[in-house]
Every structure is written in structure tokens, then in C-alpha cells.
């Protein structure tokens, strides 16, 4: 096991609502990123949290917001649900400062907007 | 931005055949290139990476191609076995230590 983890696992709400998803990254990683993984494909990058910061943002509007904690975990925070949000969230947490070190990924929250 | 290209999307193999997925990508300061397996339900695994001053790494069957001329990078699973059957991402990132991943391989291994 990679020691990433996430809660909860599954969530089910209805448009217009908000969601908090929890990380916990692996000992010893300061950064943490998450992505939105919908069906069939690949993990679209949301944004990137380094030392309680916002290091990288991709393309996802202003209600996805997070938070990174000093103990390294992280919050992914989403307002005002769309049905387009249901999707596997996945959070992955590396080592900033040697380029391209690897991110290992937690086991996802699987939402579900109705 | 960083565009990676993945093909192809869905690949059939007979157990024991070699299986070939390919990537492109653009960014030419993308330095560093893994791939994860990602089982039905589960969290994707990384599973080989290569560093843009390498062209070659292997581990047992699994083994991973770097054209940095080209912008594409391959991996190649030898002798494949029905566990190896899994949706396949490659990743590029760069200096950002942010990878952009391919939309994914589907392989299924026929026992």
C-alpha cells in the first residue's frame, strides 16, 4: 500500500449542494494534487498544494477549491454541484523539489451528483 | 500546455503475445514520463517511469521507450498474462511536477 488515503470513499448529493473530500498524503510528501477522473478517462489535474499554497491549477473553475493543512493533508472543496461533477476524485500526494518525482495516488472518491 | 497523446485506446492481445502502447506528447520540457496501470475500481499504480536522459529502462516485462527527438515515448509488456489485463496511463511532467496523463489504454489479455 502506497499510505495515501482518502474519505469518503463514495458520496452521493444533489445539484447545487457542496462537497468536502478529505486526503491524507503519504509520510514523508509535502505536496499534494488532485484530479477529477470521469469514466473512462484518464485524471484530469485540478490543482496542486505545496506548503499550505496553491502551487498549479488546471483547467477547473473557481468553485473547486482546496486547502492543504501543515500536517500535509489536503481538502478538495466543490460548490454548487453539477451533474458534469460526478466523477472519481483521486488525490496524490510526491515530494516538491526533485523534478519529477513520483505521485502516488490514493483510492479515490467515487461522487455522484443527481 | 502539456498535450499527451495516447493510442491506441483499447488493445486485445493473446496471452503470451507482447502488447505495445504508444504516447506523444508536446511540452519539448517535459522531462520525466510514468506510466500506471489502474485496475477495475481501484487507484492507478505506477508501474515503470523513465527520465527524459534516458531512452531505454526495463523491469522484467515491462520496458519503456524515450524518443525525446520525436516527442513520443512507448511501453512494451512481454509475454502478457491475463493480470495484466488493466486501463494503462502515460504521464508527461515537467520542471512543474505536474504530469498531464494520456486518456488511457484499455488492454485485455484473452487467456
Known amino acids: 500500500e502506497t499510505g495515501v488515503t482518502q474519505s469518503p470513499t463514495h458520496l452521493i448529493k444533489t445539484r447545487g449542494q457542496q462537497v468536502t473530500l478529505r486526503c491524507s498524503s503519504q509520510?514523508?510528501?509535502?505536496?499534494v494534487s488532485w484530479y477529477q477522473q470521469a469514466l473512462g478517462q484518464g485524471p484530469q489535474f485540478i490543482f496542486q498544494?505545496?506548503?499550505?499554497?496553491?502551487?498549479g491549477r488546471g483547467n477547473f473553475p473557481p468553485r473547486f477549491s482546496g486547502l492543504q493543512f501543515p500536517n500535509y493533508s489536503s481538502e478538495l472543496n466543490v460548490n454548487a454541484l453539477e451533474l458534469d461533477d460526478s466523477a472519481l476524485y483521486l488525490c496524490?500526494?510526491?515530494?516538491?523539489?526533485?523534478?519529477?518525482?513520483?505521485?502516488?495516488f490514493g483510492p479515490g472518491t467515487r461522487l455522484l451528483v443527481l | 500546455g502539456e498535450n499527451v497523446e495516447q493510442h491506441p485506446s483499447t488493445l486485445s492481445v493473446q496471452e503470451g503475445d507482447s502488447a505495445v502502447i504508444k504516447c506523444t506528447y508536446s511540452?519539448?520540457?517535459?522531462?520525466?514520463f510514468p506510466w500506471y496501470k489502474q485496475e477495475l475500481g481501484k487507484r492507478p499504480q505506477l508501474i515503470i517511469d523513465?527520465?527524459?536522459?534516458?531512452g531505454e529502462k526495463k523491469d522484467q516485462r515491462i520496458a519503456v521507450t524515450l524518443n525525446k527527438t520525436a516527442k513520443h515515448f512507448s511501453l512494451h509488456i512481454t509475454e502478457t498474462q491475463p493480470e495484466d489485463s488493466a486501463v494503462y496511463f502515460c504521464?508527461?511532467?515537467?520542471?512543474?511536477?505536474?504530469?498531464?496523463f494520456g486518456r488511457g489504454t484499455s488492454l485485455i489479455v484473452h487467456p
Open positions: 509520510s514523508g510528501h509535502n505536496t
Open positions: 496524490a500526494s510526491s515530494l516538491y523539489g526533485r523534478a519529477g518525482e513520483t505521485q502516488y
Open positions: 498544494y505545496y506548503r499550505e499554497e496553491e502551487n
Open positions: 523513465i527520465r527524459s536522459n534516458v
Open positions: 511540452d519539448s520540457a517535459s522531462n520525466y
Open positions: 504521464a508527461a511532467s515537467s520542471h512543474l511536477y505536474i504530469p498531464t
